[in-house]
């Protein structure tokens, strides 16, 4: 057999990510020494990123099942029923490292790859959703970064049709030299109409469509999986370059092939490109696969097998097609304007043999590749351990607040409160003409095309949390989704996740990871909300001058629930004056870890709220109970700065003021005098303001959670007490962060 490259050295084998011991289990995998296309091949599907080496034992113990799940992790996306014969098919994934180096770039295509993955399935894309982690906004790269990464999301999704619905962004210093770029997209599939990555059928036609072969991105699984050194310019050439045109015709193309009887299976190719996608569909369909390299369509003259097995040139598919129908499908693509070419069979031997000018330049067994790859159970700190380590303070005494008024004022004008309009009015959110609820709600909701059915969509995580308590962390960053999508009226159906953690060879880190991975699983047992799709992103850390050494603990979820009607779906607004406010949940003030505490008073101290997930559930049902049937005209869910945030985000929303009193509870379970301060900004979980018309709630002797009538809509002014803060003055301090912050940039 040919070999590709002098004599692996140890340096090439450390160049590829892989460690002296993994390179002994290639060695023992195929009895020989590798050449350096095999060592490439290896390396991509033994890193963190294709492989969750450090991640899969913990994995495999959530909840990824329900009466509504059709298909759970393991696939390109997660599947579930929504009825009529219908299923949504979703996912979030990470493209941090790529942001990074290059935003806009890095950005498009994660965009471009997570649309991938949904349409693979046999799912066109209805909506996608982002959650972005930046830096200290004066950071000098910070609004380079901003930039590039939202022009990089609406140039991508703008271009390709699909509306992008929503996100959340947070800062943190955290963040200086490792941002996060999670893109999620949901589609719509006919149930009988899924598609899966098994391959089968010896002698069946492997086919390569969309675009050519290049050489960019080669390497960016591999770079994914390592955390950032001095040089990560560098790695520029390892970002990948997307046309959202071509992705547009690829959809169009694959739906139109997805309707005929044609394919056997499909996989787009993503991270690790050509390597990755074939093996995944050799390995899961119990086959072998013979690829001839001189059919991949290149775009660049004299590539070797290494480099387009390794390449992650953007809007490619691979698929196994059935006997005959080749030239059926070539057709389609051609007429899509797509490359189309048959590179391989399906064979018996469970090996991958590629042919390159007439030569075997690769021979080697599928199993060690995926499903016999290295797997860690890597040491974690304990919770005393953690906590020492982590070092955060106790709150100790609260301090007080001498101006509640100039405290709201700071909180709404903060980077992480302020109005994201600047971003989403970058995005095109109403393409397809079929969203209802538009960015700056708790969940975006798309109408399912021709139906009175809307999909509710939210992204969610609170890092800070997760910092100060892995565990309790894990716990809200379900429970906030779960929230959003039940305050728009939506029954929660099941989660995506992108879990953005640090070097998992640090025990401490392992501990957020498997703290985070441990509240998660629980809630999501208790709340009936499984998690069906995922991503997991480490080593997302920088040496780079100014960055911090490890980003937050950042397990982002996204939640998708589904309303029967949307014609009966909540918004955040105000709807007349002189409604009267609800506050649904029980208050007891709590202000560790708040935004409060922080922006106000500079302190990032004490533990973060705790979540009650019978209380969660409790609350979440009564809410959907309010909207269905008893009237609620607006809805929010209080979470970052509390409830003085939360009415004054709908006051705004509407231009309809309010009056709050703070008093007169409807039923037992209210906390007795809280003092100004956690009473207006203390974070306490599970809970909701709602309007409804006057009087609507006061025949409501018992309820399944505290319900405190706290005021009444009306004027051009938040009132609270003495205080009395004007829209007029509200307004500018929330709407002028990014304008501010992005003015060098306009």
């Not at 992705?247 to 390597?275: H, N, Y």
């Not at 090996?351 to 390159?356: A, D, E, G």
């Not at 040491?379 to 953690?386: D, G, M, R, V």
């Not at 629980?522 to 499984?530: E, G, K, V, Y």
Request: a negative charge; charged letters at 20%.
């Amino acid at each position: 057999m040919s070999s590709t490259a002098s004599q692996i050295t140890p340096e090439i084998v450390a160049e590829h990510g892989l460690s002296p011991e993994e390179y002994d289990r290639v060695l023992k995998a195929i009895g020989r020494e590798p050449n350096l296309t095999e060592l490439g091949i290896f390396s991509v599907m033994w890193s963190e990123h294709c492989s969750y080496k450090s991640s899969k034992i913990h994995l495999m113990k959530l909840p990824t099942t329900g009466p509504q799940v059709i298909c759970g992790p393991g696939e390109n996306a997660g599947v579930v029923d929504i009825g009529d014969g219908q299923a949504a098919i979703f996912k979030m994934e990470s493209h941090n490292h790529p942001s990074y180096i290059e935003p806009y770039q890095g950005a498009a295509t994660g965009v471009g790859g997570i649309l991938r993955d949904v349409f693979t399935m046999g799912a066109r894309p209805i909506a996608n959703m982002n959650a972005l982690r930046f830096g200290r906004p004066d950071h000098p790269k910070m609004r380079h970064l901003i930039s590039g990464v939202v022009r990089g999301i609406g140039g991508y999704g703008n271009c390709v049709g699909v509306p992008t619905v929503g996100g959340e962004v947070n800062f943190h210093p955290a963040y200086d030299g490792n941002i996060l770029v999670n893109a999620m997209t949901v589609g719509i599939a006919d149930t009988d109409k899924i598609f899966y990555s098994a391959a089968s059928g010896v002698g069946n036609s492997i086919v390569y469509v969309g675009s050519k072969t290049g050489r960019d991105g080669i390497h960016g699984a591999t770079m994914a999986s390592a955390d950032f050194g001095e040089d990560s310019e560098a790695k520029r050439p390892t970002v990948q370059v997307g046309d959202p045109f071509t992705e547009k015709l690829l959809i169009e193309a694959c739906l139109e092939l997805m309707s005929s009887d044609a394919i056997v299976a499909i996989q787009d190719m993503g991270a690790a490109g050509l390597t990755s996608s074939s093996v995944e569909m050799a390995s899961k369909g119990g086959v072998g696969l013979l690829l001839n390299m001189d059919a991949v369509p290149q775009r660049e003259t004299g590539m070797t097998a290494y480099e387009m097995m390794l390449s992650e040139s953007q809007e490619r598919m691979l698929m196994v097609l059935k006997p005959g129908r080749e030239a059926f499908a070539e057709a389609i693509f051609h007429k899509w304007e797509l490359d189309f070419a048959v590179i391989g069979e399906v064979t018996d031997t469970g090996r991958m043999v590629l042919i390159h000018h007439g030569e075997t330049v690769c021979d080697i067994p599928l199993g060690p590749l995926a499903d016999d790859a290295p797997l860690y159970d890597r040491p974690a700190a304990s919770k005393e351990e953690y906590k020492a380590w982590a070092n955060v303070q106790p709150l100790g005494d609260i301090p007080q607040s001498t101006d509640i008024g100039a405290d709201l004022l700071k909180l709404m004008a903060s980077p992480d409160i302020a109005s994201r309009r600047w971003i989403w009015e970058q995005y095109d959110h109403m393409v397809g003409a079929d969203t209802v609820q538009r960015p700056g709600g708790d969940a975006a909701v798309v109408r399912v095309h021709g139906s009175t059915k809307g999909i509710a969509i939210s992204t969610d995580c609170t890092p800070r949390y997760c910092y100060a308590d892995p565990y309790e962390g894990g716990k809200q960053a379900i429970a906030e989704c779960y929230r959003n999508l039940s305050a728009v009226g939506a029954t929660p159906l099941a989660v995506t996740n992108c879990l953005n953690f640090a070097n998992p060879q640090r025990p401490e880190i392992m501990a957020q990871l498997t703290g985070c991975l441990e509240g998660m699983g629980d809630a999501c047992r208790a709340l009936d909300f499984p998690i069906v799709s995922g991503n997991v992103s480490l080593y997302n850390e920088s040496k780079a001058t100014g960055g911090g050494s490890a980003i937050l603990p950042t397990p982002a979820i996204g939640g998708i629930g589904l309303l029967a009607d949307v014609d009966r779906m909540a918004t955040i607004a105000f709807k007349d004056e002189g409604e009267d406010i609800y506050l649904i949940g029980h208050s007891v003030g709590h202000l560790g870890q708040s935004l409060w505490l922080r922006e106000v008073h500079g302190q990032e101290a004490g533990s973060p709220p705790p979540v009650n997930l019978v209380d969660e559930r409790k609350a979440a049902d009564f809410v959907r109970l309010l909207i269905a049937e008893m009237g609620a005209t607006a809805v929010h869910d209080c979470s970052d700065g509390g409830l003085l945030v939360t009415v004054a985000e709908m006051a705004l929303a509407s231009g309809i003021g309010a009056n709050l009193v703070g008093q007169g509870p409807l039923n037992k379970g209210r906390v007795g005098d809280l003092p100004v301060a956690a009473w207006a900004f203390g974070e306490d979980q599970a809970r909701y303001v709602v309007t409804v018309p006057k009087g609507t709630l006061d025949d409501v002797l018992v309820a399944p959670v505290a319900v405190d009538k706290i005021g009444t809509t009306g004027g051009a002014a938040l009132s609270f007490g003495t205080s009395q803060i004007p829209l007029a003055d509200l307004r500018p301090a929330h709407e002028g962060f990014f304008p501010k912050l992005m003015d060098a940039e306009l």
